[in-house]
């Protein structure tokens, strides 16, 4: 069985090749084209790490796939997020090989908030504002940046040294308050570890749209309640969101549409009204990164 390390996927895997894959993934789910349930997780008490465990069946394209991705937020040292994924043959049940799933991971959640930014935001869109400093805050810099021409580009992180550090990495401007950054922003990113709300209404502008990606934890929010619930709220998946999403089940905000449900056509993406786009990761867009890759790879 073939095992692909996370240095070949980086080597070959783009955001111009994965973005037009993630909004494929994302309309075959909202179209009822995938099989996958709702991510199974196993909580370990003793470090306060969680197991995930999400397959998925694209059976228009014969996808069969599972990853294995842990999250333990109080790891130092080492990423908070570990995965593998492995793929079946889809006639006969046999593991076809086994992929690292950190780079795809990270970049895949980075390409569904681009998908995501690109039928909800203005394409006009001048001013972006990251709050957060980590891998995901750099990824999704890249992916964004690959969509549309900011002018401007804000970092906001708890520590302030690692606002800077970015800011310094791609040209942008440090801020001191998660405030200062979002200010008349017209695409805000929230990609932080925070357990409590990091963005509040108050200082976002009216039309702003809002990458919600940090707080994967039911009892977990980074968007304030009075900003979901005065704003258009998208998902990836509604079944994931009223389980797992905690600035979905804290605000109790009401979900408008699957994003992939703007693709199809059957909801409107509101680009004059303020938007959330609330990513959870799907397993499908897991597996069909890994397809990607393989196909790349065999090229």
């Known amino acids: 069985m073939e095992f692909i390390p996370a240095d070949e996927v980086k080597r070959v895997l783009t955001f111009s090749s994965l973005i037009p894959v993630m909004e494929t993934a994302l309309k075959k789910f909202s179209n009822d084209q995938v099989v996958q349930p709702v991510r199974s997780v196993v909580h370990v008490k003793d470090s306060d790490g969680f197991l995930g465990v999400m397959p998925a069946l694209s059976s228009t394209d014969g996808t069969l796939a599972t990853k294995l991705v842990t999250f333990f937020p109080n790891n130092k040292g080492i990423p908070t997020h570990h995965a593998i994924i492995a793929m079946f043959n889809t006639s006969t049940g046999v593991p076809e090989l086994i992929m690292d799933g950190k780079v795809i991971t990270t970049m895949r959640t980075a ?6 930014t690109k039928y909800l935001a203005r394409s006009d869109s001048k001013i972006l504002a990251i709050l957060g400093a980590g891998v995901q805050a750099r990824s999704h810099f890249a992916a964004l940046t690959s969509l549309f021409n900011f002018d401007e580009v804000r970092v906001w992180s708890r520590t302030f040294t690692k606002a800077q550090e970015l800011a310094n990495e791609i040209s942008g401007k440090a801020c001191e308050t998660a405030s200062e950054a979002v200010k008349d922003a017209d695409v805000i990113v929230t990609v932080t ?4 709300p990091v963005l509040n209404k108050e200082w976002v502008k009216n039309g702003a749209h809002i990458n919600a990606v ?6 977990w929010h980074e968007i304030h309640p009075d900003l979901m619930n005065s704003s258009t709220v998208y998902v990836d998946s509604r079944a994931a969101a009223i389980k797992e999403s905690g600035d979905v089940i804290l ?49």
């Open 214 to 219: 940090g707080a994967c934890r039911p009892d």
């Open 111 to 116: 390409a569904v908030s681009a998908v995501a």
């Open 251 to 299: 605000s109790n905000a009401e979900i408008y549409a699957e994003i992939g449900e703007v693709m199809l056509g059957t909801k409107e993406g509101e680009k004059t009204k303020t938007t959330v786009f609330k990513s959870l990761g799907l397993a499908i867009e897991d597996a069909l990164s890994a397809k990607l890759v393989r196909e790349l790879l065999s090229k």
């Open 193 to 196: 570890a925070s357990p409590v």
